[in-house]
């Protein structure tokens, strides 16, 4: 009977990648679908890429087996192995069988685009992030369609890969899963093994945990007076007729919720303002008309604006923002207790639930819908 041998296989800083990258992709999957927290969406995007990044850095200059030429194989190689599953005569190998090797760099390159249309999209659709300014708004909204397909594509792989991962560690009766956890495998060679290289490992922790404080210090300051914004946007056209005149009677809804030809209209009428005689001098109103039509909907000032903007049909001229197809969509599934919840009063106080409301950029992790009264 051969001697079996427990050596460690996999280095501290390569299994602190890998969890780190698990606990990453599976944070910014389950926060993609509700902008409210496009923040930690952000966050687990950006901690990712980074450690892919260190992957591709600890993939040339690691220990032994998280070396790319440790892995590299041909596809003859990985042909032969599929093969040998199926026939049960697959070599077994201390570090990554030729299969998963195979997988590991379609991870690692999937992951990078990925990571990359995310910040195209939050450069192009949201405004934000390094590339901010750089990215046109059309750019942007195809990344975002190209960073979902990219993303289903890598949850896909990774199925695949966790699945390959059950087969070979049935195959041949080793705790794969197991040996990414505590590192050691058993093998009947006492070569092989690595250091742990605590030291990168501990650097590398130390960093992640600094970058996350330090990203969600605003939580840590905000006060009920003065509520964290994630993401500011950047400061609007203002004109102080507008807002004292409008403002006067209700909040005053910046421009871009509306189209230039609906806001002209309203102008038009400002004698019947929803039953209202706004009693405005010709001035005032060419203005408040002129404020308006260059900051609406068509002026793509901000996400909001853009999306206002693509949802309206030609022919289209509402005269309230709730008629607005994308403000009914975004809407639709508020329960109805909050209209009616005397904190928020209705569907026009937009600064209820809209942090920036006043400000009018209507970031999306700017919006918190309120606790219901209790009677």
Same mark, same amino acid.
């Given at each position: ?22 606990? +990453? ?6 926060? %993609?679908?509700?902008?409210?927290? &496009? ?37 003859? +190689?990985?042909?032969?192995? &599929?093969?040998?599953? &199926?026939?049960? /005569? ?99 060679? $006492?070569?092989?093994?690595? =250091? ?25 300051? /905000?006060?009920?007076?003065? $509520?964290?914004?994630? %993401?500011?946007? $950047?400061?609007?056209?203002?004109? $102080? ?16 919720? &509306? ?10 009428? /400002? ?40 949802s309206l049909s030609a022919g289209h001229t ?21 209209? /009616? ?9 937009? =600064? ?12 999306? +992790? ?10």
């Amino acid at each position: 009977m051969l001697n079996k041998h427990r050596l460690l296989i996999w280095d501290l800083p390569t299994r602190l990648f890998h969890w780190l990258l698990v606990a +990453s992709f599976t944070t910014a999957w389950i926060s %993609f679908d509700d902008n409210r927290y &496009l923040d930690v969406h952000v966050y687990a995007g950006y901690l990712f890429f980074s450690l892919l990044v260190f992957r591709l850095i600890w993939g040339a200059v690691g220990s032994r087996h998280a070396r790319f030429r440790a892995f590299a194989c041909d596809w003859p +190689s990985v042909w032969a192995y &599929l093969r040998g599953l &199926l026939n049960g /005569q697959a070599a077994r190998h201390l570090g990554h069988n030729p299969a998963g090797a195979w997988a590991i760099f379609a991870m690692l390159a999937l992951g990078l685009a990925v990571s990359l249309a995310g910040i195209l999209t939050l450069a192009g659709e949201e405004g934000h992030g390094p590339l901010r300014g750089l990215i046109p708004y059309a750019v942007g909204s195809a990344a975002k369609d190209a960073h979902e397909l990219l993303a289903w594509s890598l949850l896909v792989l990774t199925l695949v890969h966790v699945s390959g991962v059950i087969v070979e560690s049935v195959f041949h009766k080793n705790n794969l899963i197991w040996a990414m956890i505590t590192g050691y495998k058993e093998t009947t060679s $006492p070569a092989g093994g690595v =250091s742990k290289h605590g030291v990168v490992a501990v650097v590398m922790l130390s960093v992640a945990c600094i970058f996350t404080a330090m990203y969600f210090r605003g939580y840590l300051t /905000q006060t009920p007076d003065k $509520p964290y914004v994630p %993401f500011q946007g $950047p400061p609007l056209p203002d004109n $102080p007729t507008w807002r004292t005149e409008c403002g006067d009677c209700h909040l005053a809804f910046y421009p871009v919720l &509306l189209p230039a030809r609906s806001w002209r209209k309203l102008m038009a009428e /400002q004698g019947d303002h929803f039953g209202e005689d706004l009693s405005l001098d010709a001035a005032t109103v060419a203005e408040i008309t002129g404020f308006l039509a260059a900051n609406a909907a068509e002026s793509g000032l901000t996400e909001a604006a853009h999306k206002m903007n693509d949802s309206l049909s030609a022919g289209h001229t509402p005269l309230r923002i709730t008629e607005m197809p994308y403000w009914r969509r975004k809407h639709a599934e508020i329960d109805a207790a909050y209209w /009616q919840d005397k904190k928020i009063g209705g569907k026009n106080h937009c =600064s209820a639930c809209h942090l920036d409301a006043a400000q009018g950029t209507f970031e999306d +992790s700017a919006m918190r819908l309120p606790p219901l009264s209790k009677n």
